[in-house]
């Protein structure tokens, strides 16, 4: 209990520094959603929505809003995971238990093998389970769970059974201080795993529509979420419910000279060196927020890149064998003949993730630009 508190401090104590390190990190509007402005690739969503009332709301706030929503909708949902029934670690579901009742929101027992098989099994009843695994590094033990039973009940069934209303979200990533069992990035893991659906937000807005989308969709998804992000990550989110479709990226900042494709907390790394390289260097930066690595994509990135001709992947997860791997073989083998240059990655490095070197670890928005002036000046 004192290393999560040790853990939950250090997330707060970082938050100025973090907004201050990327310049704000959501654009912020006001009120009612709005397409006045255009809807950018990806985002066309937003036209059902327009005229709903927002609320100016962080990350953390907008998945507790999309659980509060599901168990309010849907008497066949529930909640469950180590420590939530007062919040969790993080406090992303403060509340719900007493607006729910113990019997829908509730503590488990610290076993990740049991809290993810406990779920297929529900999933399989009709039921829709919400699993938390506490932090993304807790979540190996139950990865036989995920590769042999929950992606393929519906499979070795015939079609008979399965338990797509599984849900399990988990916090990843960088926080601070939080060394090798609290920062990982396991993604890459997942998205091996034909019959899951691995889906990373954002931002708030998308982080409520991609969750709603996930506990609808008939496959069981795993739903990383940027613990960074949690709150120093503010923008008006609709009040109501509303879901954003899984497998289409989003294209965040439109560009001429190069691709820069990323999830996560990492989106805004790339928005902010893209910033940097156009200020510096008058050099056109297009940013994709790729959201949902299985199924990804992949033909809005082809045709980003077709235009651009280059491309860049980002992620803080080692760069041996994670997911940009697979982004940059297919777009070699769908692009060649377009490319100006070889596809880039700037990810973590190749080491269990550190303590105090954690600045030289991590894809930063500095490494990212000199990349980007590598590629461009190949």
Same mark, same amino acid.
């Given at each position: 209990?004192?290393?999560?508190?040790?853990?939950?401090?250090?997330?707060?104590?970082?938050?100025?520094?973090?907004?201050?390190?990327?310049?704000?990190?959501?654009?912020?509007?006001?009120?009612?959603?709005?397409?006045?402005?255009?809807?950018?690739?990806?985002?066309?969503?937003?036209?059902?929505?327009?005229?709903?009332?927002?609320?100016?709301?962080?990350?953390?706030?907008?998945?507790?809003?999309?659980?509060?929503?599901?168990?309010?909708?849907?008497?066949?949902?529930?909640?469950?995971?180590?420590?939530?029934?007062?919040?969790?670690?993080?406090?992303?579901?403060?509340?719900?238990? !007493?607006?729910?009742?113990? @019997?829908?929101?509730?503590? &488990?027992?610290? #076993?990740?093998? *049991?809290? %993810? $098989?406990? =779920?297929?099994?529900?999933?399989?009843?009709?039921?829709?389970?919400?699993?938390?695994?506490?932090?993304?590094?807790?979540?190996?033990?139950?990865?036989?769970?995920?590769?042999?039973?929950?992606?393929?009940?519906?499979?070795? !069934?015939?079609?008979?059974? @399965?338990?797509?209303?599984? &849900?399990?979200? #988990?916090?990843? *990533?960088? %926080? $601070?201080? =939080?060394?090798?069992?609290?920062?990982?990035?396991?993604?890459?893991?997942?998205?091996?795993?034909?019959?899951?659906?691995?889906?990373?937000?954002?931002?708030?807005?998308?982080?409520?529509?991609?969750?709603?989308?996930?506990?609808?969709?008939?496959?069981?998804?795993?739903?990383?979420?940027?613990?960074?992000?949690?709150?120093?990550? %503010?923008?008006?989110?609709?009040?109501?419910?509303?879901?954003?479709?899984?497998?289409?990226?989003?294209?965040?900042?439109?560009?001429?000279?190069?691709?820069?494709?990323?999830?996560?907390?990492?989106?805004?790394?790339?928005?902010?060196?893209?910033?940097?390289?156009?200020?510096?260097?008058?050099?056109?930066?297009?940013?994709?927020?790729?959201?949902?690595?299985?199924?990804?994509?992949?033909?809005?990135?082809?045709?980003?890149?077709?235009?651009?001709?280059?491309?860049?992947?980002?992620?803080?997860?080692?760069?041996?064998?994670?997911?940009?791997?697979?982004?940059?073989?297919?777009?070699?083998?769908?692009?060649?003949?377009?490319?100006?240059?070889?596809?880039?990655?700037?990810?973590?490095?190749?080491?269990?993730?550190?303590?105090?070197?954690?600045?030289?670890?991590?894809?930063?928005?500095?490494?990212?630009?000199?990349?980007?002036?590598?590629?461009?000046?190949?």
């Amino acid at each position: 209990m004192l290393l999560r508190s040790s853990i939950v401090s250090a997330l707060r104590s970082l938050e100025r520094q973090y907004l201050r390190s990327c310049g704000g990190v959501c654009a912020r509007s006001r009120g009612l959603v709005s397409t006045a402005e255009g809807v950018r690739p990806g985002e066309e969503y937003k036209h059902e929505l327009a005229g709903r009332e927002t609320k100016e709301t962080n990350l953390l706030k907008a998945i507790n809003d999309a659980l509060h929503i599901t168990l309010q909708r849907n008497d066949k949902s529930y909640l469950f995971g180590e420590d939530i029934k007062f919040g969790g670690v993080f406090r992303v579901t403060d509340g719900l238990a !007493s607006s729910f009742g113990e @019997d829908r929101v509730f503590n &488990t027992p610290l #076993t990740e093998q *049991g809290i %993810v $098989g406990f =779920g297929i099994g529900m999933a399989t009843m009709g039921l829709y389970p919400i699993a938390e695994i506490q932090f993304a590094d807790y979540i190996f033990p139950a990865f036989d769970q995920f590769v042999n039973e929950a992606s393929k009940y519906r499979y070795r !069934s015939g079609g008979q059974f @399965d338990c797509g209303g599984l &849900t399990v979200r #988990t916090p990843y *990533g960088a %926080v $601070g201080h =939080g060394g090798h069992y609290h920062s990982q990035s396991p993604e890459s893991f997942f998205t091996h795993v034909p019959g899951l659906v691995v889906v990373i937000p954002s931002s708030p807005a998308e982080a409520k529509g991609l969750l709603l989308s996930c506990i609808d969709e008939p496959n069981p998804t795993v739903f990383f979420e940027p613990k960074m992000l949690y709150r120093t990550s %503010v923008e008006e989110v609709p009040i109501e419910h509303y879901k954003i479709p899984l497998g289409k990226a989003r294209t965040i900042r439109e560009g001429s000279d190069i691709t820069l494709v990323g999830w996560g907390q990492q989106v805004w790394v790339l928005e902010h060196a893209a910033k940097d390289v156009l200020e510096k260097d008058g050099i056109s930066c297009e940013v994709i927020d790729l959201r949902t690595l299985i199924p990804w994509d992949a033909h809005t990135v082809e045709k980003s890149v077709n235009k651009t001709g280059r491309l860049l992947v980002s992620h803080e997860a080692p760069q041996t064998s994670g997911f940009g791997a697979e982004i940059t073989a297919r777009i070699v083998s769908k692009c060649f003949l377009r490319l100006e240059s070889p596809p880039v990655r700037v990810c973590g490095l190749d080491s269990p993730f550190p303590c105090v070197f954690e600045p030289i670890y991590l894809p930063t928005r500095a490494k990212v630009a000199d990349a980007i002036r590598k590629s461009v000046k190949f």
